[in-house]
């Protein structure tokens, strides 16, 4: 499995942004998508995650009422559409699949590469 993640940028506080997750290579491991995000010196955190096929989704606290994870399987692309941002969701964020349903990066398999997200105030 392969992802590439998009859509990143500089943003005002109270702003929102889309990000975008390409997937290429799914096998029956490819469970669950997720987004994490790791801001510097700090670990990677879990954001969202989504059940590739029937599309059940959990939202970290920090991010609840204001993300919202989807996926088109179509297009085998995942999203996190991101509003009401605030200065501490600056981060990298990456996306992420694995087989089993976890909020733990060491439980996903595979990694996109990141994209930077920064929220000014």
């Known amino acids: 499995v392969q992802l590439q993640a998009s859509g990143g940028g500089l943003v005002q506080a109270g702003g929102s942004l889309r990000l975008s997750c390409a997937l290429s290579g799914l096998t029956t491991r490819t469970n669950v998508m997720a987004w994490f995000r790791q801001a510097p010196g700090q670990d990677r955190e879990f954001v969202s995650r989504i059940k590739w096929r029937e599309g059940n989704r959990v939202y970290a606290d920090a991010v609840k009422g204001r993300f919202t994870i989807s996926r088109d399987g179509a297009r085998r692309m995942v999203y996190l559409q991101m509003s009401g941002l605030k200065p501490e969701d600056t981060a990298v964020y990456y996306c992420?699949?694995?087989?089993?349903?976890?909020?733990?990066?060491?439980?996903?398999?595979?990694w996109g590469q990141g994209t930077q997200v920064t929220v000014s105030s």
């Open positions: 992420a699949t694995g087989p089993v349903l976890a909020t733990t990066p060491d439980l996903f398999e595979a």
